[in-house]
Protein backbone atom coordinates (compact mmCIF):
# COMPACT_ATOMS: atom_id res chain seq x y z
CA UNK A 1 0.00 0.00 0.00
CA UNK A 2 1.10 3.18 -1.10
CA UNK A 3 1.87 5.82 1.68
CA UNK A 4 -0.11 9.03 -0.43
CA UNK A 5 -2.24 7.70 -3.62
CA UNK A 6 -3.86 10.13 -6.04
CA UNK A 7 -6.69 8.65 -8.33
CA UNK A 8 -7.26 10.35 -11.51
CA UNK A 9 -7.58 13.45 -9.81
CA UNK A 10 -8.77 16.57 -11.91
CA UNK A 11 -9.98 20.02 -10.44
CA UNK A 12 -11.53 23.05 -12.39
CA UNK A 13 -11.66 26.77 -11.38
CA UNK A 14 -14.30 27.76 -13.75
CA UNK A 15 -13.44 26.98 -17.10
CA UNK A 16 -9.67 26.43 -16.41
CA UNK A 17 -8.49 22.40 -15.89
CA UNK A 18 -6.10 23.20 -13.77
CA UNK A 19 -5.35 19.67 -12.97
CA UNK A 20 -6.16 17.14 -15.47
CA UNK A 21 -6.74 13.28 -14.71
CA UNK A 22 -3.21 13.40 -12.64
CA UNK A 23 -2.65 9.83 -10.69
CA UNK A 24 0.39 9.19 -8.67
CA UNK A 25 1.39 6.95 -5.86
CA UNK A 26 4.37 8.24 -3.05
CA UNK A 27 5.51 5.13 -1.39
CA UNK A 28 6.68 5.06 2.22
CA UNK A 29 10.64 6.34 2.70
CA UNK A 30 10.81 8.15 -0.90
CA UNK A 31 11.62 11.75 -1.53
CA UNK A 32 9.08 12.54 -4.05
CA UNK A 33 9.11 15.34 -6.63
CA UNK A 34 6.96 17.35 -8.31
CA UNK A 35 8.08 19.37 -11.52
CA UNK A 36 7.27 21.67 -14.39
CA UNK A 37 6.67 25.20 -15.54
CA UNK A 38 4.79 27.91 -13.85
CA UNK A 39 1.19 26.97 -13.94
CA UNK A 40 2.01 23.17 -14.07
CA UNK A 41 -0.64 22.82 -11.20
CA UNK A 42 2.14 21.50 -8.94
CA UNK A 43 1.07 23.65 -5.91
CA UNK A 44 -2.67 23.33 -6.60
CA UNK A 45 -2.02 19.46 -6.12
CA UNK A 46 -0.72 20.34 -3.00
CA UNK A 47 -3.92 22.42 -2.08
CA UNK A 48 -6.18 19.30 -2.63
CA UNK A 49 -3.65 17.18 -0.02
CA UNK A 50 -4.03 19.88 2.32
CA UNK A 51 -7.55 19.55 1.63
CA UNK A 52 -8.20 23.65 0.82
CA UNK A 53 -9.20 22.95 -2.73
CA UNK A 54 -11.39 19.89 -3.03
CA UNK A 55 -11.09 17.82 -6.66
CA UNK A 56 -13.67 17.65 -9.35
CA UNK A 57 -13.35 14.22 -9.43
CA UNK A 58 -11.23 11.50 -8.73
CA UNK A 59 -9.91 10.61 -5.15
CA UNK A 60 -6.78 11.26 -3.07
CA UNK A 61 -5.74 8.01 -0.38
CA UNK A 62 -3.73 8.53 2.53
CA UNK A 63 -2.43 5.25 4.00
CA UNK A 64 -5.16 3.48 2.52
CA UNK A 65 -8.20 5.74 3.19
CA UNK A 66 -9.69 8.70 1.47
CA UNK A 67 -8.95 11.74 2.59
CA UNK A 68 -11.45 14.18 0.84
CA UNK A 69 -14.11 13.98 3.72
CA UNK A 70 -11.93 15.41 6.38
CA UNK A 71 -11.68 19.26 6.51
CA UNK A 72 -8.38 21.38 6.37
CA UNK A 73 -7.60 21.14 9.92
CA UNK A 74 -7.62 17.34 10.17
CA UNK A 75 -5.13 16.68 7.73
CA UNK A 76 -2.63 17.58 10.28
CA UNK A 77 -4.04 14.75 12.46
CA UNK A 78 -3.61 12.40 9.93
CA UNK A 79 -0.14 12.86 9.53
CA UNK A 80 0.47 15.34 6.83
CA UNK A 81 2.67 18.33 7.93
CA UNK A 82 3.26 21.01 5.11
CA UNK A 83 5.20 23.97 4.25
CA UNK A 84 4.13 27.22 2.19
CA UNK A 85 5.55 28.52 -1.48
CA UNK A 86 4.99 32.18 0.27
CA UNK A 87 5.73 31.26 3.73
CA UNK A 88 3.01 31.59 6.23
CA UNK A 89 4.36 31.79 9.59
CA UNK A 90 2.89 33.51 12.64
CA UNK A 91 4.69 36.64 12.30
CA UNK A 92 3.79 38.29 15.25
CA UNK A 93 5.21 35.56 17.64
CA UNK A 94 8.51 34.20 18.42
CA UNK A 95 10.38 31.29 16.15
CA UNK A 96 9.61 29.26 19.45
CA UNK A 97 5.76 29.77 19.86
CA UNK A 98 5.60 29.09 15.95
CA UNK A 99 7.21 25.83 16.09
CA UNK A 100 5.34 25.05 19.56
CA UNK A 101 2.24 25.73 17.19
CA UNK A 102 3.24 22.75 15.19
CA UNK A 103 2.35 20.70 18.30
CA UNK A 104 -1.01 21.33 18.02
CA UNK A 105 -2.16 17.98 17.17
CA UNK A 106 -0.50 16.74 20.22
CA UNK A 107 -2.35 18.41 22.58
CA UNK A 108 -4.35 16.95 25.20
CA UNK A 109 -5.01 19.50 27.35
CA UNK A 110 -8.41 21.31 26.82
CA UNK A 111 -8.74 24.77 27.50
CA UNK A 112 -10.52 24.24 31.11
CA UNK A 113 -7.59 22.80 32.52
CA UNK A 114 -5.11 25.30 30.40
CA UNK A 115 -7.19 28.10 31.79
CA UNK A 116 -6.05 27.01 35.72
CA UNK A 117 -2.37 25.70 34.33
CA UNK A 118 -3.24 22.64 35.93
CA UNK A 119 0.58 20.29 36.34
CA UNK A 120 -0.50 17.66 33.56
CA UNK A 121 -0.25 20.96 31.29
CA UNK A 122 2.69 22.23 32.56
CA UNK A 123 4.32 18.51 32.27
CA UNK A 124 2.47 18.60 28.50
CA UNK A 125 4.38 21.98 27.38
CA UNK A 126 7.80 20.63 28.86
CA UNK A 127 7.02 17.43 26.32
CA UNK A 128 6.06 20.09 23.58
CA UNK A 129 9.10 21.68 24.02
CA UNK A 130 11.13 18.57 23.85
CA UNK A 131 9.93 17.53 20.46
CA UNK A 132 10.65 21.51 19.62
CA UNK A 133 14.17 21.97 20.94
CA UNK A 134 14.80 18.61 18.69
CA UNK A 135 13.40 20.29 15.72
CA UNK A 136 15.60 23.63 16.38
CA UNK A 137 18.95 20.83 16.74
CA UNK A 138 18.13 19.59 13.60
CA UNK A 139 18.12 22.59 11.84
CA UNK A 140 20.22 24.39 13.46
CA UNK A 141 18.02 27.17 14.83
CA UNK A 142 19.03 28.04 18.54
CA UNK A 143 20.34 31.69 17.85
CA UNK A 144 16.39 32.74 16.69
CA UNK A 145 14.40 31.29 19.47
CA UNK A 146 13.01 34.00 20.76
CA UNK A 147 13.05 36.47 17.92
CA UNK A 148 10.02 37.53 16.35
CA UNK A 149 9.45 36.21 12.96
CA UNK A 150 8.52 39.80 11.64
CA UNK A 151 12.33 40.50 11.73
CA UNK A 152 14.00 37.41 10.41
CA UNK A 153 15.43 37.04 7.34
CA UNK A 154 13.54 35.25 4.30
CA UNK A 155 16.28 32.34 4.73
CA UNK A 156 15.57 32.00 8.36
CA UNK A 157 12.12 31.91 7.61
CA UNK A 158 12.05 29.66 4.93
CA UNK A 159 13.91 26.91 8.21
CA UNK A 160 11.79 27.92 10.37
CA UNK A 161 8.74 26.90 8.46
CA UNK A 162 10.12 23.57 7.68
CA UNK A 163 10.66 23.30 11.65
CA UNK A 164 7.52 24.36 12.60
CA UNK A 165 6.30 21.41 10.10
CA UNK A 166 8.58 18.94 11.43
CA UNK A 167 7.22 19.38 14.61
CA UNK A 168 4.33 18.06 14.02
CA UNK A 169 5.81 14.95 13.54
CA UNK A 170 4.59 13.72 10.66
CA UNK A 171 4.25 10.75 8.50
CA UNK A 172 4.16 12.29 5.35
CA UNK A 173 5.93 15.76 4.56
CA UNK A 174 5.03 18.34 1.82
CA UNK A 175 7.35 21.00 1.02
CA UNK A 176 6.82 23.78 -1.33
CA UNK A 177 9.32 24.72 -3.04
CA UNK A 178 12.01 24.28 -0.10
CA UNK A 179 15.10 26.04 -1.98
CA UNK A 180 13.06 28.61 -3.80
CA UNK A 181 15.15 31.65 -3.07
CA UNK A 182 17.71 30.58 -0.89
CA UNK A 183 21.71 30.95 -1.58
CA UNK A 184 23.30 27.81 -3.02
CA UNK A 185 24.85 27.17 0.16
CA UNK A 186 21.13 27.64 2.06
CA UNK A 187 19.85 25.01 -0.50
CA UNK A 188 22.84 22.68 0.15
CA UNK A 189 21.85 22.76 3.89
CA UNK A 190 18.27 21.93 2.16
CA UNK A 191 19.56 18.90 0.75
CA UNK A 192 21.05 17.61 3.65
CA UNK A 193 18.22 18.07 5.99
CA UNK A 194 15.80 16.21 3.58
CA UNK A 195 18.37 13.50 3.23
CA UNK A 196 18.04 13.17 7.07
CA UNK A 197 14.67 13.43 7.58
CA UNK A 198 14.50 10.51 4.81
CA UNK A 199 17.06 8.83 6.27
CA UNK A 200 17.02 9.15 10.27
CA UNK A 201 13.53 10.93 10.47
CA UNK A 202 11.68 8.14 8.47
CA UNK A 203 9.55 10.61 7.07
CA UNK A 204 8.69 10.66 3.96
CA UNK A 205 8.75 13.83 1.67
CA UNK A 206 6.71 14.90 -1.38
CA UNK A 207 8.29 18.40 -2.59
CA UNK A 208 7.41 21.02 -5.60
CA UNK A 209 10.84 22.60 -6.53
CA UNK A 210 12.10 24.49 -9.62
CA UNK A 211 16.22 23.28 -8.79
CA UNK A 212 16.94 20.38 -10.81
CA UNK A 213 19.98 20.34 -9.35
CA UNK A 214 18.64 19.71 -5.56
CA UNK A 215 15.66 17.93 -7.22
CA UNK A 216 18.19 15.30 -8.97
CA UNK A 217 20.49 14.98 -5.50
CA UNK A 218 18.36 14.01 -3.46
CA UNK A 219 14.77 12.74 -5.07
CA UNK A 220 14.05 9.26 -5.38
CA UNK A 221 11.52 9.63 -8.26
CA UNK A 222 10.39 12.32 -9.74
CA UNK A 223 6.78 13.66 -11.55
CA UNK A 224 6.98 16.10 -14.58
CA UNK A 225 3.48 17.98 -15.09
CA UNK A 226 2.92 20.25 -17.63
CA UNK A 227 -0.55 22.43 -17.84
CA UNK A 228 -1.88 20.60 -15.08
CA UNK A 229 -1.00 16.93 -17.25
CA UNK A 230 1.34 13.89 -16.12
CA UNK A 231 4.24 14.30 -18.40
CA UNK A 232 6.46 11.53 -16.98
CA UNK A 233 7.36 9.85 -14.13
CA UNK A 234 10.52 8.48 -12.85
CA UNK A 235 14.19 8.76 -11.71
CA UNK A 236 15.24 12.43 -11.99
CA UNK A 237 18.12 11.34 -14.96
CA UNK A 238 15.20 9.77 -16.83
CA UNK A 239 12.56 12.47 -16.46
CA UNK A 240 14.81 15.01 -17.62
CA UNK A 241 16.20 13.52 -20.60
CA UNK A 242 12.29 12.53 -21.35
CA UNK A 243 11.93 14.47 -24.78
CA UNK A 244 8.22 15.02 -23.33
CA UNK A 245 9.48 17.40 -20.45
CA UNK A 246 12.04 18.93 -22.41
CA UNK A 247 9.79 20.04 -25.01
CA UNK A 248 7.66 21.43 -22.01
CA UNK A 249 10.28 23.47 -20.89
CA UNK A 250 11.90 24.20 -23.87
CA UNK A 251 9.33 24.04 -26.64
CA UNK A 252 9.14 22.08 -29.26
CA UNK A 253 11.17 22.45 -32.71
CA UNK A 254 7.91 22.54 -34.61
CA UNK A 255 6.80 25.87 -32.78
CA UNK A 256 10.06 27.17 -33.59
CA UNK A 257 9.65 26.34 -36.83
CA UNK A 258 6.23 28.27 -36.86
CA UNK B 1 19.81 45.14 30.80
CA UNK B 2 19.21 41.52 32.66
CA UNK B 3 20.09 38.80 31.00
CA UNK B 4 18.68 35.63 32.36
CA UNK B 5 20.44 32.57 32.02
CA UNK B 6 18.42 29.40 30.99
CA UNK B 7 18.82 26.43 32.55
CA UNK B 8 15.31 24.78 32.23
CA UNK B 9 12.28 24.81 30.47
CA UNK B 10 10.47 26.26 33.36
CA UNK B 11 12.38 29.64 32.73
CA UNK B 12 9.53 29.85 29.73
CA UNK B 13 6.96 28.67 31.42
CA UNK B 14 6.82 30.36 34.78
CA UNK B 15 4.85 33.38 35.25
CA UNK B 16 7.82 36.02 36.16
CA UNK B 17 11.18 35.88 33.97
CA UNK B 18 13.50 36.41 36.92
CA UNK B 19 13.74 37.57 40.81
CA UNK B 20 13.69 40.81 40.56
CA UNK B 21 10.46 40.86 38.02
CA UNK B 22 8.61 38.89 40.43
CA UNK B 23 9.56 41.59 43.32
CA UNK B 24 8.19 44.33 41.38
CA UNK B 25 5.08 42.55 40.85
CA UNK B 26 4.42 42.03 44.34
CA UNK B 27 5.62 45.32 45.33
CA UNK B 28 2.75 46.42 43.27
CA UNK B 29 -0.04 44.04 44.78
CA UNK B 30 1.54 45.34 48.33
CA UNK B 31 0.77 49.02 47.04
CA UNK B 32 -2.66 48.19 45.42
CA UNK B 33 -3.84 46.18 48.58
CA UNK B 34 -2.58 49.38 51.01
CA UNK B 35 -4.58 51.50 48.35
CA UNK B 36 -7.80 52.17 50.19
CA UNK B 37 -5.81 53.24 53.48
CA UNK B 38 -3.80 56.36 51.26
CA UNK B 39 -6.55 56.90 49.30
CA UNK B 40 -10.15 57.93 50.59
CA UNK B 41 -13.31 56.87 49.66
CA UNK B 42 -14.03 58.56 47.17
CA UNK B 43 -10.73 57.90 45.16
CA UNK B 44 -10.88 53.94 46.15
CA UNK B 45 -14.36 54.19 44.48
CA UNK B 46 -12.48 55.76 41.23
CA UNK B 47 -9.78 53.00 41.81
CA UNK B 48 -12.34 50.47 41.56
CA UNK B 49 -14.22 51.44 38.84
CA UNK B 50 -10.98 51.87 36.78
CA UNK B 51 -10.08 47.93 37.94
CA UNK B 52 -13.73 47.17 36.81
CA UNK B 53 -13.06 48.93 33.42
CA UNK B 54 -9.33 46.72 33.33
CA UNK B 55 -11.49 43.42 33.68
CA UNK B 56 -13.87 44.12 30.84
CA UNK B 57 -10.63 45.37 28.55
CA UNK B 58 -8.71 42.06 29.56
CA UNK B 59 -11.75 40.16 27.66
CA UNK B 60 -11.84 42.34 25.09
CA UNK B 61 -7.94 42.40 24.91
CA UNK B 62 -7.60 38.73 24.48
CA UNK B 63 -9.90 39.20 21.56
CA UNK B 64 -8.40 41.62 19.53
CA UNK B 65 -4.82 41.35 20.99
CA UNK B 66 -4.45 37.59 21.01
CA UNK B 67 -6.94 36.08 18.74
CA UNK B 68 -6.86 39.16 16.17
CA UNK B 69 -10.89 39.33 15.98
CA UNK B 70 -12.25 42.81 16.03
CA UNK B 71 -15.55 43.65 18.60
CA UNK B 72 -17.07 47.09 18.47
CA UNK B 73 -19.73 45.66 20.69
CA UNK B 74 -18.38 44.30 23.75
CA UNK B 75 -20.84 46.50 25.59
CA UNK B 76 -23.60 44.11 24.47
CA UNK B 77 -21.71 41.66 26.35
CA UNK B 78 -20.88 43.87 29.43
CA UNK B 79 -25.46 43.99 29.75
CA UNK B 80 -25.64 40.20 29.09
CA UNK B 81 -23.39 39.65 32.30
CA UNK B 82 -25.13 42.55 33.96
CA UNK B 83 -28.46 41.73 33.54
CA UNK B 84 -28.02 38.03 34.15
CA UNK B 85 -26.21 38.49 37.48
CA UNK B 86 -28.88 40.05 39.09
CA UNK B 87 -31.71 38.67 37.66
CA UNK B 88 -29.87 35.46 39.15
CA UNK B 89 -30.24 37.36 42.41
CA UNK B 90 -33.28 38.44 42.93
CA UNK B 91 -34.12 34.82 41.93
CA UNK B 92 -32.23 34.28 45.36
CA UNK B 93 -29.05 33.00 43.91
CA UNK B 94 -26.17 34.30 45.82
CA UNK B 95 -24.08 36.74 44.68
CA UNK B 96 -20.75 34.47 44.82
CA UNK B 97 -22.32 32.25 42.41
CA UNK B 98 -24.77 34.37 40.05
CA UNK B 99 -21.57 36.44 38.96
CA UNK B 100 -19.24 33.09 37.39
CA UNK B 101 -22.95 31.99 36.27
CA UNK B 102 -23.37 35.72 34.84
CA UNK B 103 -20.11 34.97 33.16
CA UNK B 104 -20.81 31.96 32.26
CA UNK B 105 -23.91 32.58 30.50
CA UNK B 106 -22.59 35.68 28.52
CA UNK B 107 -19.32 33.17 27.74
CA UNK B 108 -22.00 30.83 25.82
CA UNK B 109 -24.01 33.61 24.08
CA UNK B 110 -20.45 35.34 22.99
CA UNK B 111 -19.69 31.84 21.82
CA UNK B 112 -22.52 31.20 20.06
CA UNK B 113 -23.14 34.55 18.36
CA UNK B 114 -19.00 34.02 17.25
CA UNK B 115 -19.84 30.73 15.38
CA UNK B 116 -22.07 32.49 12.28
CA UNK B 117 -20.35 35.82 12.49
CA UNK B 118 -16.31 35.06 12.75
CA UNK B 119 -16.22 33.58 9.09
CA UNK B 120 -16.25 37.52 8.50
CA UNK B 121 -13.11 39.34 8.51
CA UNK B 122 -11.65 42.64 9.28
CA UNK B 123 -14.43 45.83 8.49
CA UNK B 124 -17.30 43.33 7.87
CA UNK B 125 -16.82 41.68 11.52
CA UNK B 126 -16.44 45.10 13.13
CA UNK B 127 -20.05 46.05 11.87
CA UNK B 128 -21.60 42.83 12.52
CA UNK B 129 -20.38 43.09 16.07
CA UNK B 130 -21.83 46.91 16.13
CA UNK B 131 -25.03 45.76 15.07
CA UNK B 132 -24.84 43.61 18.48
CA UNK B 133 -24.45 46.91 20.30
CA UNK B 134 -27.19 48.87 18.89
CA UNK B 135 -29.61 45.31 19.21
CA UNK B 136 -29.07 44.74 22.41
CA UNK B 137 -30.00 48.53 23.48
CA UNK B 138 -33.41 47.62 22.09
CA UNK B 139 -33.34 44.62 23.03
CA UNK B 140 -32.83 45.45 26.77
CA UNK B 141 -35.81 48.23 26.51
CA UNK B 142 -38.33 45.70 24.57
CA UNK B 143 -37.87 42.90 27.28
CA UNK B 144 -39.23 45.05 29.58
CA UNK B 145 -40.91 42.05 32.25
CA UNK B 146 -37.58 40.67 32.27
CA UNK B 147 -35.13 43.86 32.42
CA UNK B 148 -37.15 46.96 33.83
CA UNK B 149 -37.05 48.11 30.44
CA UNK B 150 -35.73 52.13 30.73
CA UNK B 151 -36.50 51.74 34.68
CA UNK B 152 -33.71 49.38 34.44
CA UNK B 153 -32.50 47.39 37.27
CA UNK B 154 -32.13 47.84 40.89
CA UNK B 155 -28.41 46.12 41.63
CA UNK B 156 -28.75 44.14 45.45
CA UNK B 157 -25.73 45.11 47.33
CA UNK B 158 -22.97 42.84 47.40
CA UNK B 159 -23.07 39.94 50.04
CA UNK B 160 -20.77 36.96 50.52
CA UNK B 161 -21.13 34.96 53.21
CA UNK B 162 -22.98 37.69 55.21
CA UNK B 163 -20.62 40.30 54.87
CA UNK B 164 -22.22 43.42 52.93
CA UNK B 165 -19.72 45.29 50.12
CA UNK B 166 -21.89 48.10 49.66
CA UNK B 167 -20.17 51.16 47.81
CA UNK B 168 -20.87 53.36 49.75
CA UNK B 169 -20.79 51.36 53.56
CA UNK B 170 -17.55 49.65 52.62
CA UNK B 171 -15.88 51.31 49.98
CA UNK B 172 -12.11 49.42 50.67
CA UNK B 173 -14.29 46.39 51.27
CA UNK B 174 -15.59 46.46 47.19
CA UNK B 175 -12.05 47.59 46.16
CA UNK B 176 -10.44 44.44 47.50
CA UNK B 177 -12.90 42.02 46.56
CA UNK B 178 -12.85 43.68 42.43
CA UNK B 179 -9.46 43.47 43.37
CA UNK B 180 -9.13 39.87 43.71
CA UNK B 181 -11.67 39.04 40.91
CA UNK B 182 -9.03 41.59 38.76
CA UNK B 183 -6.26 39.06 39.88
CA UNK B 184 -7.99 35.68 38.86
CA UNK B 185 -8.76 37.23 35.47
CA UNK B 186 -5.03 38.20 35.06
CA UNK B 187 -3.81 34.83 36.11
CA UNK B 188 -6.56 33.04 33.51
CA UNK B 189 -5.27 35.53 30.81
CA UNK B 190 -1.26 34.42 31.73
CA UNK B 191 -2.29 30.72 31.55
CA UNK B 192 -3.84 31.15 28.32
CA UNK B 193 -1.48 33.07 26.88
CA UNK B 194 1.50 30.46 27.60
CA UNK B 195 -0.36 27.07 26.58
CA UNK B 196 -1.59 25.64 23.49
CA UNK B 197 -4.87 27.52 23.28
CA UNK B 198 -3.08 30.72 23.19
CA UNK B 199 -0.71 30.01 20.87
CA UNK B 200 -3.40 28.57 18.69
CA UNK B 201 -5.27 32.41 18.87
CA UNK B 202 -1.78 33.84 17.82
CA UNK B 203 -2.25 31.52 14.93
CA UNK B 204 -5.60 32.33 13.92
CA UNK B 205 -4.49 35.98 14.31
CA UNK B 206 -1.45 35.89 12.04
CA UNK B 207 -2.47 33.11 9.57
CA UNK B 208 -5.49 31.39 9.04
CA UNK B 209 -4.39 29.30 6.29
CA UNK B 210 -1.28 28.13 7.49
CA UNK B 211 -2.98 27.46 11.36
CA UNK B 212 -5.58 25.19 9.52
CA UNK B 213 -2.31 23.53 8.27
CA UNK B 214 -1.37 22.94 11.79
CA UNK B 215 -4.08 21.20 12.64
CA UNK B 216 -6.26 24.35 14.49
CA UNK B 217 -10.01 24.10 13.82
CA UNK B 218 -10.03 28.11 13.15
CA UNK B 219 -13.95 28.53 13.66
CA UNK B 220 -13.78 26.57 16.98
CA UNK B 221 -10.85 28.48 18.09
CA UNK B 222 -12.40 31.94 17.29
CA UNK B 223 -15.20 30.52 18.74
CA UNK B 224 -13.18 29.67 21.55
CA UNK B 225 -11.78 33.29 21.92
CA UNK B 226 -15.10 34.89 21.44
CA UNK B 227 -16.31 32.85 24.73
CA UNK B 228 -13.53 33.39 26.84
CA UNK B 229 -13.52 37.22 25.89
CA UNK B 230 -17.14 37.62 26.36
CA UNK B 231 -16.81 35.54 30.04
CA UNK B 232 -14.70 38.13 31.12
CA UNK B 233 -16.54 41.46 29.68
CA UNK B 234 -19.66 39.83 31.23
CA UNK B 235 -17.85 39.50 34.67
CA UNK B 236 -16.89 43.14 34.22
CA UNK B 237 -20.24 44.57 33.04
CA UNK B 238 -21.46 42.45 36.33
CA UNK B 239 -19.82 44.51 38.66
CA UNK B 240 -20.36 47.43 36.75
CA UNK B 241 -23.88 46.49 37.42
CA UNK B 242 -23.26 47.16 40.73
CA UNK B 243 -21.10 49.29 40.78
CA UNK B 244 -23.39 52.38 39.03
CA UNK B 245 -26.79 50.48 41.92
CA UNK B 246 -29.25 51.06 38.92
CA UNK B 247 -28.73 50.17 35.67
CA UNK B 248 -30.79 50.44 32.12
CA UNK B 249 -29.73 49.98 28.65
CA UNK B 250 -28.07 53.70 28.44
CA UNK B 251 -25.28 52.31 30.85
CA UNK B 252 -24.04 49.82 28.52
CA UNK B 253 -24.56 51.85 25.16
CA UNK B 254 -22.55 52.29 22.02
CA UNK B 255 -20.20 54.86 23.40
CA UNK B 256 -18.99 52.19 26.31
CA UNK B 257 -18.24 49.63 23.77
CA UNK B 258 -15.84 52.49 21.77
CA UNK B 259 -14.47 53.20 25.35
CA UNK B 260 -13.30 50.01 25.45
CA UNK B 261 -11.92 49.82 22.13
CA UNK B 262 -10.13 53.04 22.78
CA UNK B 263 -9.31 51.86 26.17
CA UNK B 264 -7.04 48.90 24.70
CA UNK B 265 -5.72 50.66 22.11
CA UNK B 266 -4.75 53.40 24.08
CA UNK B 267 -2.89 51.00 26.75
CA UNK B 268 -1.16 49.29 24.38
CA UNK B 269 -2.69 45.99 22.08
CA UNK B 270 -2.11 42.58 23.13
CA UNK B 271 -0.81 43.14 26.70
CA UNK B 272 -2.59 42.89 29.59
CA UNK B 273 -0.63 46.11 31.13
CA UNK B 274 -2.13 47.71 28.35
CA UNK B 275 -5.99 47.02 29.65
CA UNK B 276 -4.77 48.43 33.18
CA UNK B 277 -3.11 51.66 31.74
CA UNK B 278 -5.96 51.90 29.40
CA UNK B 279 -8.81 51.94 32.23
CA UNK B 280 -6.75 54.49 34.16
CA UNK B 281 -7.26 56.71 31.11
CA UNK B 282 -10.65 55.81 30.74
CA UNK B 283 -11.64 56.11 34.41
CA UNK B 284 -9.69 59.53 35.31
CA UNK B 285 -9.87 60.99 31.75
CA UNK B 286 -13.80 62.22 32.42
CA UNK B 287 -12.56 63.68 35.68
CA UNK B 288 -9.28 65.26 34.50
CA UNK B 289 -11.32 66.98 31.66
CA UNK B 290 -13.54 68.46 34.12
CA UNK B 291 -11.30 69.41 36.55
CA UNK B 292 -9.40 71.03 33.41
CA UNK B 293 -12.67 72.84 32.11
CA UNK B 294 -13.88 74.60 35.49
CA UNK B 295 -10.38 75.65 36.26
CA UNK B 296 -10.38 77.43 32.48
CA UNK B 297 -13.84 78.48 33.28
CA UNK B 298 -12.67 80.15 36.23
CA UNK B 299 -9.96 81.76 34.41
CA UNK B 300 -11.68 82.95 31.75
CA UNK B 301 -14.88 83.84 33.26
CA UNK B 302 -17.03 81.47 30.56
CA UNK B 303 -18.08 80.08 34.34
CA UNK B 304 -18.63 76.26 34.44
CA UNK B 305 -21.10 75.40 31.27
CA UNK B 306 -21.30 72.26 29.65
CA UNK B 307 -19.20 71.79 26.08
CA UNK B 308 -21.33 69.17 24.34
CA UNK B 309 -18.95 66.44 22.65
CA UNK B 310 -16.31 67.99 24.49
CA UNK B 311 -15.66 64.73 26.08
CA UNK B 312 -15.85 62.32 22.88
CA UNK B 313 -13.65 65.29 21.23
CA UNK B 314 -11.25 64.81 23.37
CA UNK B 315 -11.27 60.52 23.34
CA UNK B 316 -11.70 61.00 19.26
CA UNK B 317 -8.35 63.15 19.42
CA UNK B 318 -6.15 60.77 21.97
CA UNK B 319 -6.69 58.09 20.05
CA UNK B 320 -5.98 59.58 16.45
CA UNK B 321 -2.77 60.64 18.33
CA UNK B 322 -1.76 57.35 19.49
CA UNK B 323 -2.27 55.77 16.45
CA UNK B 324 -0.17 57.79 14.92
CA UNK B 325 2.67 58.41 16.91
CA UNK B 326 2.72 55.28 19.35
CA UNK B 327 0.67 52.31 17.53
CA UNK B 328 2.12 50.16 20.53
CA UNK B 329 0.15 52.77 23.12
CA UNK B 330 0.92 53.61 26.66
CA UNK B 331 2.35 50.08 27.53
CA UNK B 332 4.55 50.24 24.04
CA UNK B 333 5.85 53.70 24.94
CA UNK B 334 6.72 52.30 28.56
CA UNK B 335 8.84 49.82 27.17
CA UNK B 336 10.74 51.82 25.18
CA UNK B 337 11.71 53.97 27.71
CA UNK B 338 12.14 51.51 29.59
CA UNK B 339 14.95 49.86 26.67
CA UNK B 340 16.21 53.31 26.58
CA UNK B 341 18.07 53.21 29.72
CA UNK B 342 18.55 49.73 30.58
CA UNK B 343 20.64 50.00 27.50
CA UNK B 344 21.95 53.39 28.45
CA UNK B 345 24.28 54.66 25.98
CA UNK B 346 23.34 52.14 23.39
CA UNK B 347 19.80 52.44 22.71
CA UNK B 348 19.14 53.29 18.62
CA UNK B 349 16.21 54.96 17.41
CA UNK B 350 15.03 52.04 15.25
CA UNK B 351 15.27 48.93 17.81
CA UNK B 352 11.39 49.11 17.80
CA UNK B 353 11.00 49.26 13.87
CA UNK B 354 10.04 46.02 12.19
CA UNK B 355 10.99 44.67 8.97
CA UNK B 356 8.33 44.96 6.25
CA UNK B 357 6.95 41.56 5.01
CA UNK B 358 6.71 40.45 1.83
CA UNK B 359 5.54 37.79 -0.46
CA UNK B 360 2.00 38.13 1.68
CA UNK B 361 0.29 38.47 -2.24
CA UNK B 362 -0.77 35.28 -3.21
CA UNK B 363 -2.56 34.19 -0.02
CA UNK B 364 -5.04 31.67 -0.37
CA UNK B 365 -8.47 32.65 1.87
Known amino acids: ?258 | MRIVFKTTYEADIRLFKHGAQAFWYALLLIVAVAAPFLLGDFLTGEATNVLIWAICGMGLMLLVGQSGQASLGHAAFMAIGAYSCVLLESAGVPFILALPLGGIITGIAGGLFALPVTRLHGIYLAIATLAVSVMMEDVIVLAEPLTGGVNGLIAPDIEIFGVNFNRYGNASGLYWLILAIAILIVLAYRNIQRSPLGRAFAAVRDSEISAQAMGINVARTKATAFAISTFMTGIGGALMGHFAGVFNQETFNLVISINLILMIVIGGLGTIHGAFLGAVVIGFLPQAIAFARDGLGSIFHFGSIAIPGLETGIFGTILILFILFEPLGIYGRWVKIRTYFELFPFARRDMFRRQKSYLKTERIR
Open chain 1, 1 to 258: MSLLELKNVTLKFGGLTAVNDVSFAVEEGEVFALVGPNGAGKSTIFNMISRFYTPYSGDILFEGKSILNKAPHEIAGLGIARTFQNIELFEQASVLQNMLVGRYTHRRSNFLTELLFTPFVRREEHRHREAVEKAIDFLDLQPYREKLIAGLPYGVRKVVEMGRALAIQPKLLLLDEPASGLSVEETQDVAFWIEDIKKVMGITVLMVEHDMHLVSSVCDRVLALADGKKLALGTPREVQTDPRVVEAYLGSDEEEAA
